[in-house]
């Protein structure tokens, strides 16, 4: 089997970047549930993580998490996606936390406890305009919370909220701020303090570099901001300390040739039912490389180390680049090394069809 296209991750930059995000929070009085989510739980990225410190690992895939326990049978878990009733059995085997957003499922899982002789934590979650899971009304939030807090298999860990990843709502003072105003009331009416108000994941990081973050908020669960730095490119805020190449992308050239850069015939839609925007910029030293959408999703977010190459687009199994301004550097046969943005690292991590190779 051949070794490209190739991932290579750099373990040691990782644990750097776990470090780095753990002593951030740590300073503002923050825990954090490291998510391992976006590289697919890779045993290898688990492991460094753990090494760095982390206590709490996160994921919204069960057999990650089942792979976790088998590994650390005392790792502290956490499952970050709503659990279908289906599976929670299989959650509570696995994890020792999850988000919850449901009464109906609350019931379930608590007679399950109960049934078992055992205790679960829940975080419930709230919606505060992102509009994916979470209670949407105060008065659902606080049935929920007066049920877990009196029930005997659940233990109402807190409250939490998720922002930016359907809505694209940005965290901020006042969403965040009102997040922890529920929290207030809510340990009012059970008469303790909750152990946690989670603020949301690494979009919520940006509020910590600008120190706006609301006072109350003491947990956040975070992989993007961990794995990359791709989130500066979309946020105002630095966080030098990171390194944004511990993920690089080495695909092969398996054509190159001088082509026009506008399609001829009629436009219709691509192999994704799309239909693409084109500028014609004459003819090109166009390349094509071995790797595909199947392979690392968008290729366009792809982020060439030789800045001369540009990425025009490509399909599911290529992607096509410019390699006019450095033609002569490049034949038939080489690689091309890039670095990634989340999207192209979650399908990268996932895919049988490159070659992984881990240097510490």
Same mark, same amino acid.
């Given at each position: 089997?051949?070794?490209?296209?190739?991932?290579?991750? &750099?373990?040691?930059?990782?644990?750097?970047?776990?470090?780095?995000?753990?002593?951030?929070?740590?300073? &503002?009085?923050?825990?954090?549930?490291? @998510?391992?989510?976006?590289? &697919?739980?890779?045993?290898?990225?688990?492991?460094?993580?753990? /090494?760095?410190?982390?206590?709490?690992?996160?994921?919204?895939?069960?057999? #990650?998490?089942?792979?976790?326990?088998?590994?650390?049978?005392?790792?502290?878990?956490?499952?970050?996606?709503?659990?279908?009733?289906?599976?929670?059995?299989?959650?509570?085997?696995?994890?020792?936390?999850? !988000?919850?957003?449901?009464?109906?499922?609350?019931?379930? !899982?608590?007679?399950?406890?109960?049934? =078992?002789?055992?205790?679960?934590?829940?975080?419930?979650?709230? /919606?505060?305009?992102?509009?994916?899971?979470?209670?949407?009304?105060?008065?659902?939030?606080?049935?929920?919370? &007066? +049920?877990?807090?009196?029930?005997?298999?659940?233990?109402?860990?807190?409250?939490?909220?998720?922002?930016?990843?359907?809505?694209?709502?940005?965290? /901020?003072?006042?969403?965040?701020?009102?997040?922890?105003?529920?929290?207030?009331?809510?340990?009012?009416?059970?008469?303790?303090?909750?152990? @946690?108000?989670?603020?949301?994941?690494?979009?919520?990081? $940006?509020l910590l570099t600008h120190h706006t973050m609301p006072k109350g908020i003491n947990h956040l669960?975070?992989?993007?901001?961990?794995?990359?730095?791709?989130?500066?490119?979309? +946020?105002?805020?630095?966080?030098?300390?990171?390194?944004?190449?511990?993920?690089? !992308? =080495?695909?092969?050239?398996?054509?190159?040739?001088?082509?026009?850069?506008?399609?001829?015939g009629h436009i219709s839609v691509d192999a994704f039912g799309n239909t693409p925007e084109y500028?014609?910029?004459?003819?090109?030293?166009?390349?094509?490389?071995?790797?595909?959408? #199947?392979?690392?999703?968008?290729?366009?977010?792809?982020?060439?180390?030789?800045?001369?190459?540009k990425i025009y687009g490509g399909s599911s199994d290529h992607t096509i680049i410019d390699l $006019?301004?450095?033609?002569?550097?490049? #034949?038939?046969?080489? $690689?091309?090394?890039?670095?990634?943005?989340?999207?192209?690292?979650?399908?990268?991590?996932?895919?049988?069809?490159?070659?992984?190779?881990?240097?510490?």
């Open positions: 089997m051949s070794d490209y296209p190739q991932l290579t991750v &750099n373990l040691t930059k990782l644990r750097e970047n776990v470090k780095t995000v753990l002593g951030l929070c740590s300073e &503002n009085g923050i825990d954090v549930a490291v @998510v391992i989510k976006g590289a &697919n739980g890779l045993m290898p990225i688990v492991s460094a993580y753990r /090494d760095a410190g982390a206590k709490t690992i996160a994921s919204s895939r069960l057999p #990650q998490l089942e792979a976790v326990r088998d590994m650390w049978p005392d790792q502290q878990t956490l499952d970050l996606r709503i659990p279908m009733q289906s599976e929670l059995q299989e959650m509570v085997d696995c994890a020792d936390i999850s !988000l919850e957003s449901e009464l109906e499922t609350l019931k379930m !899982l608590d007679e399950l406890c109960v049934s =078992q002789n055992r205790t679960h934590r829940v975080i419930l979650m709230v /919606d505060l305009g992102d509009l994916r899971e979470g209670f949407f009304k105060e008065e659902d939030l606080y049935e929920a919370a &007066n +049920f877990v807090e009196k029930s005997k298999g659940l233990v109402l860990e807190g409250i939490g909220t998720n922002l930016g990843c359907y809505g694209s709502i940005e965290p /901020d003072e006042t969403n965040l701020g009102r997040l922890c105003e529920l929290a207030e009331h809510i340990e009012g009416e059970i008469g303790r303090k909750l152990n @946690v108000v989670s603020g949301g994941a690494s979009t919520s990081l $940006t669960r975070i992989g993007d901001n961990i794995l990359l730095r791709d989130m500066e490119y979309y +946020f105002d805020y630095k966080l030098p300390g990171l390194n944004g190449d511990a993920f690089t !992308l =080495q695909a092969e050239i398996v054509e190159k040739r001088e082509k026009p850069t506008y399609p001829i500028v014609d910029e004459g003819i090109r030293t166009r390349g094509l490389l071995a790797v595909g959408r #199947q392979d690392i999703g968008d290729m366009t977010k792809l982020h060439p180390i030789d800045k001369r190459i $006019t301004d450095c033609k002569d550097d490049y #034949q038939l046969g080489d $690689t091309v090394d890039f670095t990634l943005e989340y999207e192209n690292v979650l399908y990268s991590t996932g895919s049988p069809y490159i070659h992984k190779n881990y240097v510490d």
